[in-house]
């Protein structure tokens, strides 16, 4: 078990560039979600895949925001525009689907929006 | 909106019982409810889950009240590797999803 790897671990930008992370689960999970998570607040979710469908998506995510999870694999989340409330930390998680799902998160990309 | 509330800090002496609580009092039928921790600039790990009856494992206990409207996640002997913040979530498909929603959760400082 390798875990849930996400990269970059940070990332600076400027604003109004836009910024791609990666996120590779663990290699049997269907489930992949990303959140977002500011400081001393808890993690806000953004969305999530169900093997390669995006199942749902929140309400707050802009569409500046676009995730994939092609061939159901590793997943991507853009970010186009960047703007510096965009500044936060970007976590991936995945599980198995089924009653005792649980979810592991990987140590997540640090985004900086200059 | 995170369906359950957590008092924003507690203090634990080391080698004590941590108890931290969680309401949840509009918890549906098919709802679990999840404990996970954050330590700090880690992602979020994995507690402990149940629906109805008293779970223990390698990590904590959970006892959930009779009628499902309260929790506690106890660690038995906290350490100071136990200092994080502890999130309590209420998860089902009551709402037409699975997603896990956090709140604020309970920051947990274990003293020496």
């Known amino acids: 078990d390798t875990g849930v790897s996400q990269d970059p671990r940070h990332k600076i930008t400027k604003r109004g560039q836009n910024v791609t992370f990666r996120c590779d689960p663990i290699?049997?999970?269907?489930?992949l979600y990303w959140y977002r998570q500011t400081l001393g607040q808890g993690p806000e979710f953004l969305t999530y895949?169900?093997?390669?469908?995006?199942?749902?998506k929140s309400r707050l995510l802009s569409d500046r925001f676009s995730a994939e999870r092609p061939k159901g694999s590793f997943s991507t989340l853009e970010i186009q525009r960047t703007e510096q409330g965009d500044s936060a930390m970007y976590l991936c998680a995945s599980s198995l689907s089924g009653t005792n799902e649980k979810l592991f998160f990987g140590s997540g990309t640090q985004l900086s929006v200059l | 909106d995170a369906k359950t509330t957590q008092p924003p800090s507690m203090d634990c002496a080391e080698g004590r019982a941590a108890n931290l609580p969680c309401n949840h009092s509009?918890?549906?039928?098919?709802?679990?409810v999840y404990w996970y921790r954050q330590i700090h600039s880690q992602g979020p790990q994995y507690i402990i889950h149940?629906?109805?009856n008293n779970e223990t494992n390698e990590m904590a206990s959970l006892i959930i009240t009779e009628d499902r409207k309260s929790s506690t996640l106890i660690l038995p002997h906290a350490t100071l590797r136990d200092t994080a913040v502890y999130y309590c979530i209420v998860r089902g498909a009551t709402s037409g999803t699975y997603k896990y929603i956090f709140g604020t959760g309970t920051r947990l400082k274990v003293l020496a």
């Open positions: 290699s049997e999970h269907n489930r």
């Open positions: 895949f169900q093997n390669e469908a995006q199942l749902e």
């Open positions: 509009t918890i549906s039928g098919n709802e679990y």
């Open positions: 149940g629906l109805k």
